[in-house]
């Protein structure tokens, strides 16, 4: 038990250190029952709410359904039969479930994910259809618009808000009491990070509105993992779990998406569950509907997560060793500064990061980390790599910017081979 929780706090570790997140909290399911709980980074638990993205989608998708199992709607009926002034009226529940109504990804206007939402009836009026990217049924095509429209579905269908109907038909049977539609404390903030720097960057907790469906909902690892439960055994007074095996397949012309319920390959089985993203915000859940065992994931990072790795790494945990945890910079050194960013030896791109406490070259071609400097009072020294031991010298011009860079012999310069920059005479 002691290797096994071990190797699980490894891949949390890595997932922490390569993705450059400022926390990441996970949990596995055995059974249905939340067996294990694991962070690196920041200090966080399972009980910390963050951001969950579009995992709220399977909660849409979930009242949906219940409209379905109860017989208020069927799956085929077009979204014009609820919302008639919807401009993808023909669009059916199915097809809105599915991505597959070949409408576009998103609402005409800013970036609804980190701008102030919209009422129900604005959004309406600018999405008039027109922004159709395919015919229903050609491809598949994710839309987070669709899910807002399933919204509006379900609250028309119920005469209440979608927000109502999540807390009193949903959240209150599966006792998921830390499940809320804006942050409630202890809540996480979210966060963007410099690529070049690993600086901090706080990202807005907007009130998506209308576009809520989607993407609004925050929550914690332990009531994530009560809703993975719910998707693995259905619940008497919610959805019946045969009706959920129903969603779990995969509609055409997706191969790895059911009606709400994204499908996982892992160990010869399909898991089902979601991904989430919003700014300063990941997440993950999935589970094995035939055993109950599953992985739920939050983190407070805008990028460097890859969920649907994750998961599987996690459930499959067998060996590894810690890591040390990746830091954000709070504070970046003159020189640093100045040199961060993209770089190129001859043809080879490159670029160079600050990140924890020492200057990173890396390969972009291969993604692979070159050499790493460290400074060593003026001097910015090789610690590891080719030009370990070497110095860098940071080449200015005249009016005091940095043109180059070198290093025994090698010549970075910001353009592919660089007239400007002279052949060293070290």
């Not at 990202?203 to 209308?210: K, L």
Request: charged share 20%.
């Amino acid at each position: 038990m002691a290797d096994r929780d071990a190797a699980r706090q490894a891949v949390v570790d890595r997932a922490q250190h390569e993705g450059r997140l400022p926390s990441l909290v996970a949990g596995v399911l055995e059974g249905g029952e939340l067996a294990w709980t694991g962070s690196a980074g920041a200090p966080t638990g399972p009980d910390v709410q963050h951001r969950v993205g579009s995992i709220t989608k399977t909660l849409t998708a979930v009242l949906v359904l219940q409209c379905v199992h109860e017989g208020l709607a069927a799956v085929d009926d077009p979204v014009g039969r609820f919302v008639p002034e919807a401009g993808y009226a023909d669009a059916t529940l199915r097809e809105l479930l599915s991505h597959g109504s070949g409408m576009q990804s998103e609402p005409v206007g800013p970036w609804w994910e980190r701008t102030p939402g919209v009422d129900i009836e604005t959004l309406l009026r600018a999405n008039d259809g027109s922004g159709s990217v395919a015919a229903a049924g050609e491809f598949f095509h994710y839309s987070n618009l669709g899910y807002a429209l399933l919204g509006e579905v379900v609250a028309r269908l119920r005469g209440a808000s979608w927000w109502d109907l999540v807390q009193q038909r949903l959240l209150e049977p599966m006792q998921m009491r830390r499940t809320s539609y804006l942050p409630q404390a202890p809540h996480a903030q979210g966060h963007s990070v410099d690529h070049f720097t690993g600086v901090l960057v706080d990202e807005p907790h907007t009130d998506t509105r209308a576009m809520a469906p989607a993407g609004q909902l925050w929550s914690t690892i332990e009531d994530l993992a009560r809703w993975a439960q719910f998707l693995a055994d259905g619940h008497p007074d919610v959805l019946p779990a045969g009706l959920l095996r129903e969603a779990g397949r995969a509609v055409p012309p997706a191969d790895d998406y059911g009606l709400g319920l994204r499908l996982l390959a892992y160990d010869g089985r399909w898991l089902v569950g979601h991904t989430g993203t919003m700014p300063g915000f990941q997440a993950s859940l999935f589970v094995d509907p035939r055993t109950g065992d599953g992985a739920v994931a939050l983190t407070d990072g805008t990028t460097g997560f890859d969920p649907l790795a994750f998961s599987p790494a996690l459930l499959s945990a067998s060996a590894g060793g810690r890591v040390q945890p990746w830091r954000p910079s709070t504070s970046v050194p003159q020189v640093a500064a100045e040199v961060v960013g993209l770089w190129f030896w001859g043809n080879t791109a490159l670029e160079l990061r600050w990140s924890n406490e020492r200057l990173e070259l890396r390969d972009l071609l291969g993604r692979t980390l070159a050499d790493t400097f460290v400074l060593d009072g003026e001097r910015v020294v090789g610690s590891s790599g080719y030009h370990r031991g070497e110095t860098l010298h940071v080449v200015h011009r005249d009016d005091g910017t940095v043109g180059h860079l070198e290093c025994a012999t090698f010549v970075y310069t910001r353009v592919p081979y660089d007239q400007d920059a002279p052949i060293p005479g070290r």
